[in-house]
């Protein structure tokens, strides 16, 4: 199946018409080796820096939350105001670099057991992720 088609494809299934710009949204995202991190900034900024495409902030937002409600991204909160994306769905950790903003995948092996010793009435654990903030240590710079 070409890139195209895997691509319009999962504009259908996430509710979306296959638009010349949800495709450009998708190459971005999914025509791609590595894992990529992106918030939703990050993303219009590539889109438009690197493709010279402009497309409407509200239609990036839109495009990348139906993805993530199908499934295809991740998204991994920081704080109450900032949120990362990651194409890698599977569950793994992450370090986040206080001092560059970047999001960093982390190897699952570095991370020991975690041992939760209470859940929440009624619910179950689906996955327990860990997300490392990591900053420069400034009391050694001087």
């Known amino acids: 199946m070409s890139k195209n088609a895997e691509f319009i ?5 996430s509710g979306l018409r296959p638009t010349k710009q949800r495709l450009k949204i998708c190459e971005v ?3 791609r080796d590595k894992t990529f991190h992106f918030t939703i900034n990050d993303l219009s900024k590539i889109i438009s820096d690197k493709l010279g495409e402009k497309i409407s902030l509200a239609t ?5 939350h139906a993805f993530k ?3 295809y991204l991740k ?7 900032k949120s990362y994306f990651d194409t890698n769905i599977s569950n793994h950790h992450h370090f986040y670099d206080q001092d560059t903003n970047e999001l960093i995948d982390c190897d699952n092996e570095l991370i ?6 209470k859940n ?7 996955s327990v992720e860990v997300l490392i903030k990591v900053a420069s240590d400034n009391q050694n710079q001087n």
Not at 9 to 13: I, P, Q
Not at 75 to 81: F, K, Q, V
């Open 60 to 64: 990036v937002y839109n495009t990348v």
């Open 112 to 117: 020991g057991n975690v041992n939760i010793k």
């Open 75 to 81: 998204e991994i909160s920081i704080n109450s105001d």
């Open 9 to 13: 494809d999962k504009l259908r299934s």
């Open 120 to 126: 929440i009435t009624g619910k179950k654990i689906n």
């Open 69 to 71: 409600n199908k499934g």
């Open 29 to 31: 995202l999914f025509n």
